[in-house]
């Protein structure tokens, strides 16, 4: 797929097929993930990949919006280490680079998924941080629903002229 | 050019030519800019796009890492609201997201460009806010640098498999 088809035809995917995601694709959506920029360099980031469905089942008893993970293959949850990027606050950026670029290549090999804010809601990361073991230090930015897509959806026409400022502001 | 392509051959150009970016491809950036996902699609993004060399000029004097937009065609200022986020927080990333997008749109239509961040650094917005007349409600979260690259560079291998864990932490 062509890479501006790809960055203009995204689309959040709630619905799956239950067809699996191979350890193959999974890779290539980390290596895509681990591929963003970062503040210097840094690449304060980890990922939590959840299969075990007994887990994913978990997840909508604490996230309103995240019922799709009944269904889906798998949920990447992209974390930021505040102590790797150096205390810049870079890491929410830097994380979430790396969430759109997994997003991107989940496109772009044909699954479907769907960006899940955790970060900075307060329950949201005391849920997740529970369910998944993750140490204090360590915060769940988001979770990154995936499968193969059962719904189609055109590309979305976000374009607002009002919003580009020339010059100044 | 294919998109994993993009994703995991995009790097960080600091140097250009003097070639000037056009305003069609200006635009492709922009909409790629405004394709990325929101939180609640709130799209709580501006884009404030600097030409003027002057202007460009000055960034440099209170931003340490900026002395490649002496020779860049243009900057993208991408901008948050956190009223049009509806106080979820969520602007950084989807900033973030929308910042990602056009780094590889340059990348997919050829030209070159890296990600200078400013929020969450006060001195840094100060710098930005002050020179572009942005007002106080709006958070300028970051510098795009563009122009012709003048330089290349392999794909980065930034592969870690310790970041990734499996089931839980």
Same mark, same amino acid.
């Given at each position: 797929m062509e890479a501006m088809e790809a960055i203009l035809g995204r689309r959040s995917i709630r619905k799956y097929s239950d067809k699996p995601v191979t350890d193959a694709e999974l890779k290539r959506l980390l290596e895509a993930g681990m591929a963003a920029p970062s503040g210097h360099n840094r690449q304060p980031w980890h990922f939590v990949v959840v299969r075990d469905r007994a887990t994913l089942l978990e997840i909508p008893k604490f996230h309103n +919006?995240? &019922?799709m993970l009944e269904q889906a293959a798998l949920a990447i949850i992209v974390c930021g280490d505040s102590e790797l990027d150096g205390g810049t606050g870079f890491w929410v950026q830097d994380c979430s680079a790396a969430t759109q670029n997994i997003l991107l290549a989940a496109k772009a090999i044909g699954l479907g998924a769907v960006w899940l804010g955790v970060y900075p809601n307060e329950n949201l990361v005391k849920g997740v941080k529970g369910l998944l073991h /993750? @140490?204090? &230090? /360590? !915060? @769940?930015?988001c979770i990154i629903s995936i499968g193969h897509p059962m719904e189609e959806k055109p590309p979305?026409?976000? +374009? /607002? !002229?009002?919003r580009i400022h020339a010059g100044s502001w």
């Open positions: +919006y995240s &019922k /993750i @140490p204090d &230090k /360590i !915060q @769940p930015l979305a026409n976000r +374009y /607002i !002229q009002d």
